[in-house]
């Protein structure tokens, strides 16, 4: 999924080397999971298993702090028509 591998490339780039030897483990292993679980867990539609819960935290807040600073598209799927607030936000 695309949208997917652009929230988990930007976070590798970003944050990879600065995260623990267990949390760059369970990264690692995010990756082996079914996309649509993964992106289920980054959306907060579903509770991550045990083992990817932190890893999967950390991305999450890592995407809330790109919209904070700026980056409107965070998790919006391409071609998606925009919220009214999203409307609001691009004037």
């Given at each position: 999924m695309l949208e997917l591998d652009l929230v988990l490339v930007d976070f590798?780039?970003?944050?990879?080397?600065?995260?623990?030897?267990?949390?760059?483990?369970?990264?690692?292993?995010?990756?082996?999971?079914?996309d649509w679980t993964i992106w289920e867990w980054l959306q907060r539609r579903a509770a991550p298993t045990a083992p990817f819960a932190r890893i999967v935290e950390l991305i999450a807040g890592f995407v809330a702090d790109d919209a904070r600073q700026g980056d409107e598209t965070a998790f919006r799927t391409p071609g998606a028509v925009p919220r009214e607030s999203d409307a609001d936000l691009e004037s």
């Open positions: 590798a780039r970003a944050r990879y080397t600065l995260l623990s030897c267990a949390d760059q483990e369970a990264y690692r292993g995010l990756l082996a999971q079914d």
